[in-house]
C-alpha cells in the first residue's frame, strides 16, 4: 500500500491553493506550465558537537510540461504532475564561537524520492516528483514488456509504469534547466559545474 507518509503529503499538495488555480484553469487548456529554479539554504545544528553545517542547494522544478500534463488532466485531483532536482552546491561547518569556511559540497549520492527517499539513481542530484510506487520502489515497466502494471493502494486502475516514465521526462527537463542555471550560480567554475553532469557507467538502469 502507498506509505502513510506519502499519502499525508499528497493529500497536502492537493489542498495547495496554487495547485488548485493550476488544475482549474488546465481544465480549460489556459495554464502554462511552471518551471521555477530557487537557491536554499539548509543549517543542521548538532549541538552535541556544538557544531554547525550550512548546506546550499539549487533546486529546479517542472509543473504541469509535457505526456505528465495530459496524464494529470486525465487523472484530475489524483496526479500532480510535479518533478524537481537538487544539486548540493556547497557546505559549511561552523564550530560554536568560531567562524567557518565554504567549500565545494561533498557529492551526493543521488536518489528518487516521492516525498520519501525510494531508490539510489546514480545521478549527482536528487529527483524529487509525484511518483507511484510499489512496495516502497518506483513502478516501472517490466522485463516482460508489460509496461502498464496496476499500482498498489487507491489508484489500482492507473498505469503506474506509464506515469513515471512521464514525470521522469518533466525530470528531465528540470535536470536540464539546472545545468543552465549552474554558470551563473557558481559563477562561472567550470570544476564544479562538471560535478553535477551525469556520467553513464554511474547512473543505474531505469534512470538513464
Not at 41 to 50: F, G, I, M, P, Q
Request: proline letters at 6%; glycine letters at 8%.
Amino acid at each position: 500500500p502507498v506509505p502513510p507518509a506519502v499519502r499525508a503529503a499528497r493529500a497536502a499538495l492537493l489542498g495547495n491553493k496554487e495547485w488548485q488555480k493550476f488544475n482549474l484553469m488546465s481544465v480549460f487548456g489556459s495554464s502554462p506550465a511552471i518551471r521555477q529554479q530557487l537557491e536554499l539554504t539548509v543549517l543542521t545544528n548538532d549541538t552535541r558537537r556544538r557544531r554547525t553545517t550550512v548546506d546550499r542547494w539549487l533546486l529546479c522544478g517542472s509543473l504541469g510540461t509535457r505526456q505528465a500534463r495530459k496524464m494529470a488532466l486525465e487523472y484530475k485531483d489524483r496526479l500532480v504532475p510535479l518533478a524537481a532536482v537538487a544539486a548540493l552546491l556547497s557546505r559549511r561547518e561552523m564550530v560554536e564561537g568560531q567562524g567557518g569556511d565554504e567549500t565545494v559540497a561533498p557529492d551526493v549520492d543521488g536518489a528518487a524520492f516521492a516525498f520519501v527517499q525510494l531508490e539510489r539513481t546514480g545521478l549527482p542530484v536528487h529527483i524529487n516528483g509525484w511518483f507511484e510506487t510499489a512496495s516502497d520502489a518506483l513502478v516501472w515497466p517490466r522485463a516482460s514488456g508489460d509496461a502498464n502494471p496496476t499500482l498498489s493502494g487507491e489508484l489500482l486502475l492507473l498505469p503506474g509504469a506509464q506515469w513515471n516514465e512521464a514525470l521522469m521526462a518533466s525530470a528531465v527537463e528540470a535536470y536540464v534547466d539546472l545545468l543552465q542555471t549552474l554558470p551563473e550560480v557558481l559563477r562561472g567554475d567550470l570544476a564544479a559545474m562538471y560535478r553535477f553532469w551525469p556520467t553513464g557507467a554511474a547512473v543505474e538502469d531505469c534512470f538513464r
